[in-house]
């Protein structure tokens, strides 16, 4: 049923973080939905579709040219800071294809992308934290409000929100030091002499993810808000290597209510090293029989222009608003949900 209060939610919602952003200075850009070269995230799938040229562009060889719906603005807006554009945010709808079902799923959905110019990883947690408390407070009568009620839990948002990074958790729930198991082989006799399944894994990632997904996401805390960060430098391609071990990177996640709203990066401006992570990533498309997409050369020439050092973030805002609302699914708070049309 189409939900006219809903609307009117969502639209309040999506104002206040108009609001808070346009409050800090940042300016608004607009990304396009449908680009030539999308992310090279492996695990990603984009819609392709075709664009007919007009008459005077067509060739004997070509008469169409291959589009895709953008996955994330991440490549356009830093093609926006290295022309200058200093602070900005996104907020875009983005696809994914095969993404449909469960409560935290559609093919289609809202995202806001923001960046800092002169900042880092943490700065952008800070920027997390006050951007939820602002939005708490404004459906709070007092305004004051620093808990989140959520599908009978008490999420205790008091600031600073509690961080662990990937090697604690591993450490903590599993027993396993990733430091100590830097090899595939390494991970998987370790994994089985814990009694985790490493059936159908190919590689490192495909151990890491089994046992994060199966054993450490489902029991981080639901009455709190963490930041997961320092992902394995596999895992963030477009992330700055740490400064205090190269083999994780400048990463991390948020996690409300043990919901994944967000992914963010200390940006990785070195184009030559960024050229060597995008060709591994085409390499691992390959691999996972994956359609592999060049290289988009106007990105790399970009990061050479970016002056300062910069952090972004993507932030998945229906998962935001369900959490606000107190809503169990995301197709809660979407009017027209791809599940309900195909089911």
């Keep these: ?17 108009r609001d808070f952003f346009n409050a800090r200075n940042f300016t608004e850009v607009e990304t396009p939905i449908m680009v030539t070269i999308p992310g090279m995230e492996p695990y990603l799938t984009p819609f392709e579709t075709k664009f007919t040229l ?32 200093g602070n900005i945010f996104d907020i875009i709808k983005v696809f994914r294809n095969g993404e449909v079902g469960g409560d935290l799923h559609n093919p289609e959905f809202s995202m806001i992308e923001w960046y800092r110019e002169k900042a880092d990883y943490k700065d952008i947690m800070q920027d997390c934290e006050s ?5 708490v407070k404004s459906q ?38 990733l430091l100590q198991n830097k090899e595939f ?20 990632d495909d151990i890491y993810f089994k046992i994060f997904l199966n054993h450490i996401e489902p029991n981080l805390p639901k009455d709190r808000p963490i930041f997961v960060y320092d992902y394995p430098v596999s895992q963030a391609a477009l992330a700055k290597k740490s400064t205090t071990n190269p083999f994780f990177a400048e990463r991390f996640e948020l996690y409300i209510g043990g919901t994944e709203l967000a992914n963010s990066f200390s940006e990785l401006i070195d184009s030559k090293e ?8 085409q390499n691992l498309r390959r691999q996972l029989n994956k359609t592999v997409f060049d290289i988009d050369e106007e990105f790399l020439a970009s990061l050479e222009s970016i002056q300062f ?18 809503k169990k699914s995301i197709e809660e708070v979407i009017l027209f949900p791809l599940a309900k049309y195909i089911n």
């Design 140 to 177: 709070s009568q007092d305004n004051s409000a620093k808990i989140l009620n959520y599908q009978n839990t008490k999420i205790d948002l008091t600031t600073p929100w509690p961080r662990k990074t990937t090697n604690e958790l591993f450490q903590e729930y599993c027993g396993i030091d």
């Design 54 to 85: 007009p008459s005077h562009l067509k060739t004997e060889q070509n008469s169409t040219i291959n589009l895709y719906l953008n996955t994330s603005p991440e490549l356009q807006l830093k093609k926006l800071l290295g022309a200058g554009f």
């Design 1 to 17: 049923m189409l939900n006219k209060e809903l609307a009117k939610q969502r639209s309040q919602l999506m104002q206040k973080v």
């Design 274 to 281: 960024q050229r060597e992570r995008l060709m591994e990533e």
């Design 309 to 326: 050092p910069c952090a972004g973030i993507a932030l998945g805002l229906d998962r935001l608003f369900m959490l606000l609302l107190d």
């Design 185 to 204: 082989e390494e991970l998987k006799k370790s994994a089985e002499s814990k009694n985790y399944d490493t059936n159908g894994c190919e590689n490192w």
């Design 131 to 135: 951007l939820v408390l602002e939005l």
